[in-house]
């Protein structure tokens, strides 16, 4: 298992965390993903590698912009 951090940025509500958590859901190899709007985080887990412009496209889908913590 692979987990890898990103900060989200504009999230403010459950809402907000709904729909990156959907989209994120979507990208090939995610097997779990925590979103929160009050801390900007977004916590992907993959059962091997992933794509990050794949992950930063599906928050951008979602409305949101996000950078991978290093």
Known sequence: MSTIEY???GMTCGHCELS???EVSGVPG???VEVSATTGTLIVT???PID??????AV???GYSALRVA
């Open 30 to 32: 995610v097997e779990d």
């Open 7 to 9: 900060t989200v940025t």
């Open 46 to 48: 993959s059962s091997g």
């Open 20 to 22: 990156v958590r959907e």
């Open 52 to 57: 990050d412009a794949q992950v930063l496209n």
């Open 60 to 62: 951008d889908e979602a």
